[in-house]
């Protein structure tokens, strides 16, 4: 305000505010110290966080989920206060990966992690996390992969249909300008080191259920109730939910939670069509106010697949800010299906929050498919081969007219249909 006040003078005085100006080397723009300084060193507190940046679209700060390409799809990155749900595949093999990825990324830059699981001990779980990979190793691991797809991709190269190159490209390799989110080797186990020096806190429900609660009717389990205690003595005790202003450097609380909603979490939403699921509702209504209050940021994996009853995947959906569904080929016809031999599931984007704005960011890529190579995990653009073979059977012919529909309007919705147009 103090610019817009001094480019607001008459006529007169402009030419004496220039001519001062360029006499002591001053711009008339200049902003005031003692009226910024407050606002100007919070904010700079918060932007120095290690493994933070702020949204270039709405100011709000983000760290990363672990995977860059993951990170370019939600808008930058996981927005600081909300909650990440990752819908597990049928088999929880991929989506127990991403969810290292984010305790691996908040070991590399320093963050608190707080793990808590029903199914494994959370100090068994970090001996298990990915080994970071420097950008020199990245770069040698996508140069050989580069090269190994080289030849295939050039003998059809002129076969894919011409929609595919008119859409955007997803980040394929390491940006070295940035240490924003890391790549990590999934054949490898990070360094003990790494793990014993950093801050970390537990949550094992088996350990925790000896003690007994008085639970009323339609109220929390057991399980919910002792770990929202657990996050917010976390939270309050060590200052995230900034009690504590004369603490200099602030730092982010990360939280991973798996397999909620699952019977070992003591719910029955999964086991039976009309579950309670009063009590998973308002443990996401809770932990989401806690968030909101805090520097933390929250990934839960859940086996949805599970869950019967679509209204209760509905609600979880709205109480959760981010939205990301796994769809892995095990076990499935598409694991056989020469259309998919590329990759070993799809990725859907359910749903992306609406921070500081009246609309979310909506990627323009609609067809996703992630593939677990020998060190990465990879997301890319579900590229299906032309139809030009006639090993291609009719059956998935058919299965090809599924993921077209949801293209853009053009030759490849028609492609997509009973009739098919040749080049």
């Known amino acids: 305000m103090a610019a817009v ?8 005085s402009t030419g004496s505010v220039v001519a001062a100006g360029s006499k002591n080397n001053v711009t008339s723009f200049q902003r005031r110290g003692p009226r910024a300084s407050g606002s100007d060193s919070s904010y700079s507190r918060l932007v120095s966080i290690a493994g933070t940046r702020p949204s270039v679209r709405n100011g709000q700060l983000l760290v990363s989920t672990g995977l860059p390409a993951l990170d370019q799809l939600l808008g930058g990155g996981l927005a ?50 990915p080994a970071p990979l420097l950008d020199d190793n990245v770069k040698k691991d996508f140069d050989e992969d580069a090269c190994n797809h080289k030849t295939a991709e050039s003998n059809i190269k ?15 390799g ?17 360094p003990q080191e790494l793990i014993e020096a950093s801050k970390w806190h537990g949550f094992f429900f088996p350990e925790k259920s000896s003690s007994t609660l008085n639970i009323e009717p339609c109220s929390l389990t057991h399980g919910y109730i002792k770990l929202l205690q657990f996050i917010q003595n976390i939270i309050y005790e060590e ?43 308002k443990f996401l209504y809770v932990l989401r106010g806690l968030l909101r209050n805090s520097l933390s940021a929250c990934m839960i994996t859940m086996p949805t697949h599970l869950i019967q009853n679509k209204a209760i995947i509905s609600r979880v959906t709205n109480l959760s800010d981010t939205v990301v569904g796994l769809e892995s080929f095990i076990g499935s016809e598409r694991e056989t299906n020469p259309l998919y031999k590329d990759y070993h599931g799809l ?8 921070l500081n704005n009246l609309i979310y960011d909506v990627s323009d890529v609609k067809d996703l498919a992630f593939k677990l190579k020998r060190k990465l995990f990879t997301i890319e653009r579900l590229h299906l081969p032309p139809d030009l073979s006639d090993t291609v059977s009719r059956s998935s012919k058919q299965d090809l007219a599924e993921p077209s529909k949801l293209l853009g309007p053009g030759c490849g919705v028609m492609a997509g249909g009973k009739k098919h147009l040749d080049f």
């Not at 006040?5 to 007169?12: D, F, S, V």
């Not at 909300?82 to 990825?101: A, G, M, Q, R």
């Not at 608190?112 to 970090?126: Q, Y």
Request: charged share 20%.
């Open 5 to 12: 006040a001094t480019c607001g003078t008459g006529a007169g």
């Open 174 to 190: 390491p940006v070295s300008s940035s240490r924003f989110g890391h790549y990590y080797d999934a054949s490898k186990k990070m």
């Open 80 to 129: 600081v206060g909300t909650v990440l749900l990752i819908e597990e595949d049928k088999y929880n093999i991929y989506s127990s990966l991403l969810f290292k990825y984010f305790l691996a990324e908040g070991i590399i830059n320093g963050h608190t992690l707080l793990v808590a699981s029903a199914k494994e001990d959370p100090a068994d779980i970090l001996q298990e996390l």
């Open 158 to 172: 002129m076969k894919i249909a011409w929609r595919y190159q008119l859409l955007p490209k997803m980040e394929a």
């Open 347 to 354: 990725i859907h984007i359910r749903q992306i929050p609406r």
């Open 239 to 281: 200052g995230f939910d900034g009690s504590n202003p004369q603490k200099k450097q602030k730092n982010i609380l990360r939280i991973g939670i798996q397999n909620l909603g699952s019977p070992l979490w003591g719910d029955d939403i999964c086991c039976m069509e009309n579950g309670n699921s009063h009590s998973l509702t």
